[in-house]
């Protein structure tokens, strides 16, 4: 069982930043692909953002040019800059992780004001 640490949600106003952070607790993390997914209110969990164990990133076209993904294996941990913050950026931000199998974290709550 991997376990998740995730900071960095919160409330900012339309065009302002954010640095989401998840640690996992995962023997195998630096041989794992990870990232991070997001849920809108009412709306389907959706990619946002991964970066593999050779640090190959790819993103949603929604957040291309605006989040940035990168991780510290020494601290077992991945983040996510996002920049240019929209409205429709709002949503719970889950952190995944990939080896074998998917696990996910528990979410943390970015919202967005116009």
């Known amino acids: 069982q991997v376990q998740f640490v995730e900071s960095g949600g919160g409330l900012v106003q339309a065009g302002g930043s954010l640095r989401l952070s998840c640690t996992a607790s995962a023997l195998f993390f630096s041989s794992s692909t990870v990232g991070w997914y997001r849920r809108a209110p009412g709306k389907q969990r959706e990619f946002v953002a991964t970066?593999?164990?050779?640090?190959?990133?790819n993103y949603a076209d929604s957040v291309k040019g605006r989040f940035t993904i990168s991780r510290d294996n020494a601290k077992n941990s991945v983040y996510l800059q996002m920049t240019s913050l929209k409205p429709e950026d709002t949503a719970d931000y889950y952190c995944?992780?990939?080896?074998?199998?998917?696990?996910w974290g528990q979410g943390t709550q970015v919202t967005v004001s116009s």
């Open positions: 995944y992780l990939l080896w074998r199998q998917s696990y």
């Open positions: 970066i593999s164990s050779f640090k190959s990133t």
